[in-house]
């Protein structure tokens, strides 16, 4: 077992640069965790308490990396649900009797985290499951993200639903996860929707602008991180949801918008440059590393497609179309996005 902390710890440690070595050692310490069997529930045996504690402990950490990293990397988890009886975690389990409140709300945190993950993997399964014919329905998905925020206590519900209470351990990581999680769902009504209406319905443009919506909630949470939080405990999969924004908002602006001047007026790519500033900011100021990624990959792009957006000209024909200065197929920009960790656009 100590073997299989050290690898959670390996994994869980930032920069992340070693994306194929993450995977393969955590692939390893699922295998391991099988063999030793810290998925089965361990309440009923006779050993000492903490090692039951320690076990259940060793499976939530190794739960949440796996779907995380399923997420961030755009391959299938590696656990089943239907694989493991551990219970889930609660304030029992995770602090001793007359804990101080400070812990509490730590363990809150983890416990949300933990709940969280399991919606995560609803839309997991999902995507990966491969079966030709009609778009699947995707409103028990919606369900499943809708109770567990109603399951939450008045804490945790403010992190969440208004991005308060951020000065609790994990719970700006928690903000950033659950917002995560809500553009996946978007994005996956929005995939299903496309094979269903035209570009210009009002239905797939509705999808639109909900996806853009919750991009700019993500901005908004990074804009508004202080030191402390920055500071404070991010899961380093965490970082891919910067990325995956942003290659979206791109894909959205180019998708939606007909004209030179649609474009310059896009809400998308504004969001889009907005979070770029605000990254290499916290860059600059804190060595804030969770953003590297996306500035690596992006930054220049985004240059790119801003410096081709032409200036509002009167005397500009509004006929002119948007491909005749930027690009003959909006599917050129795959070029410039690596979309090999992008779930959606390697399940789909």
């Known amino acids: 077992m100590s073997i299989i902390e050290a690898i959670l710890l390996n994994v869980g440690g930032r920069p992340t640069t070693s994306l194929i070595g993450n995977g393969v050692l955590l692939g390893?310490?699922?295998?391991?965790?099988?063999?030793?069997?810290?998925?089965?529930?361990?309440?009923?045996?006779?050993?000492?308490?903490?090692?039951?504690?320690?076990?259940?402990?060793?499976?939530?950490?190794?739960?949440?990396?796996?779907?995380?990293?399923?997420?961030?990397?755009?391959?299938?988890?590696?656990?089943?649900?239907?694989?493991?009886?551990?219970?889930?975690?609660?304030?029992?389990?995770?602090?001793?009797?007359?804990?101080?409140?400070?812990?509490?709300?730590?363990?809150?945190?983890?416990?949300?985290?933990?709940?969280?993950?399991?919606?995560?993997?609803?839309?997991?399964?999902?995507?990966?499951h491969f079966e030709p014919g009609e778009p699947r329905n995707t409103t028990h998905l919606e369900l499943a993200l809708n109770n567990w925020v109603e399951s939450l206590d008045d804490k945790i519900r403010r992190i969440i639903i208004r991005g308060t209470s951020l000065e609790i351990p994990g719970a700006a990581n928690l903000r950033l996860a659950y917002l995560n999680v809500r553009l996946l769902l978007e994005r996956i009504k929005l995939e299903a929707d496309k094979q269903l209406y035209e570009t210009q319905d009002s239905r797939l443009l509705n999808r639109y602008i909900q996806?853009?919506?919750?991009?700019?909630?993500?901005?908004?949470?990074?804009?508004?991180?202080?030191?402390?939080?920055?500071?404070?405990?991010?899961?380093?999969?965490?970082?891919?949801?910067?990325?995956?924004?942003?290659?979206?908002?791109?894909?959205?602006?180019?998708?939606?918008?007909?004209?030179?001047?649609?474009?310059?007026?896009?809400?998308?790519?504004?969001?889009?440059?907005?979070?770029?500033?605000?990254?290499?900011?916290?860059?600059?100021?804190?060595?804030?590393?969770?953003?590297?990624?996306c500035l690596a990959q992006h930054a220049e792009i985004v240059e790119k497609v801003l410096a081709m957006v032409p200036t509002e000209d009167p005397g500009l024909d509004g006929s002119l179309d948007l491909q005749d200065f930027i690009m003959p197929d909006v599917s050129v920009i795959d070029q410039y996005f690596p979309s090999l960790w992008d779930p959606l656009q390697s399940a789909w």
């Open 28 to 128: 390893s310490a699922v295998a391991m965790a099988h063999s030793l069997g810290l998925h089965h529930n361990p309440i009923p045996w006779e050993i000492p308490q903490s090692e039951k504690y320690l076990r259940m402990k060793i499976w939530w950490a190794l739960w949440v990396h796996d779907k995380w990293t399923s997420l961030a990397h755009g391959t299938p988890p590696h656990i089943s649900r239907t694989q493991f009886n551990v219970p889930k975690p609660s304030l029992e389990y995770l602090c001793e009797s007359g804990s101080a409140e400070d812990k509490k709300q730590k363990a809150s945190v983890f416990v949300a985290l933990v709940g969280l993950t399991d919606v995560l993997d609803s839309n997991l399964r999902h995507i990966y």
């Open 211 to 293: 996806a853009r919506r919750t991009s700019e909630e993500i901005l908004i949470l990074t804009q508004e991180l202080q030191s402390e939080q920055l500071a404070d405990f991010w899961l380093p999969s965490g970082s891919f949801a910067f990325p995956a924004t942003v290659s979206f908002l791109l894909r959205c602006a180019l998708e939606t918008e007909n004209s030179p001047s649609g474009l310059a007026q896009s809400s998308s790519l504004r969001i889009a440059s907005n979070l770029i500033s605000a990254l290499r900011f916290h860059k600059e100021k804190n060595s804030w590393d969770l953003g590297d990624i």
